[in-house]
Each structure stands twice: as structure tokens, then as C-alpha cells.
């Protein structure tokens, strides 16, 4: 069984940067499809980003295309997630999870981190 840890989180003005990382041990994280999934304060948790482990295919939900980026290392078992030009609306608890696929349903993910807060001020 996979486990994960995010780390990266952090307070970052508005235009900054983050580069988010979710570290695997159990398992090699290629075997999996990795989302990145947010949560701010009274709202659902939605989809961020998805690698699959397949073909390293990615996906991005709309509010981040073009200012995310997913990418995976296998040497160091992490799947990273870059994060430019933040806004005050990207504020929220980040998690990655591990799953057969990617999917923009949370519940195909089976395996979850703790979760890291990023925090953007204006």
C-alpha cells in the first residue's frame, strides 16, 4: 500500500509561486494515476491536476490551465505541482491521492495525504 506526504505548502503574495511536492513510500507512484485536489474554507473539494501512471498523460481543471503544471519524478517517487501566478482564489488545503486513473470524481482516488495549506495573499 502507497503512502503519501505533501509538503511545499506555504504563504505567498499574489503573482508568486509554489511548487507543491507528494512523496510516496510503499510503492513506486508510476503504478498509479496522481491528482492534486484542493479544498478552501467552506467549499467542496475539487480537482486540480491529474498524471496518470500509464502514459504520463495530465489534465488540469480550467482555473489553473496555464499557470499549473504536473510532472512526475520517478527517480525521487514524487509528483510535483507547479504552481505560478497564484491568485487569492487558489488559497485552500492542497492534497494529493493516489488511484487507478485519473478521474475528476474523488472517490477513484483510494489513497490520500495529509494535505498542505497554501495560503495567497492580495
Known amino acids: 500500500q502507497v503512502q503519501l506526504v505533501e509538503s511545499g505548502g506555504g504563504l505567498v503574495q499574489a503573482g508568486g509561486s509554489l511548487r507543491l511536492s507528494c512523496a510516496a513510500s510503499?510503492?513506486?507512484?508510476?503504478?498509479?494515476?496522481i491528482g492534486w485536489f484542493r479544498q478552501a474554507p467552506g467549499k467542496e473539494r475539487e480537482g486540480v491536476s491529474c498524471?496518470?501512471?500509464?502514459?504520463?498523460?495530465?489534465n488540469y481543471a480550467d482555473s489553473v490551465k496555464g499557470r499549473f503544471t504536473i510532472s512526475r519524478d520517478n527517480a525521487k517517487n514524487t509528483v510535483y505541482l507547479q504552481m505560478n501566478s497564484l491568485k487569492p482564489e487558489d488559497t485552500a488545503v492542497y492534497y494529493c491521492?493516489?488511484?487507478?486513473?485519473?478521474?475528476?470524481?474523488?472517490?477513484?482516488?483510494?489513497?490520500w495525504g495529509q494535505g498542505t495549506q497554501v495560503t495567497v495573499s492580495s
Open positions: 491521492a493516489a488511484g487507478p486513473f485519473c478521474s475528476e470524481y474523488e472517490g477513484d482516488f483510494g489513497i
Open positions: 510503499g510503492r513506486t507512484l508510476d503504478a498509479y494515476a
Open positions: 498524471i496518470n501512471g500509464s502514459d504520463g498523460s495530465t
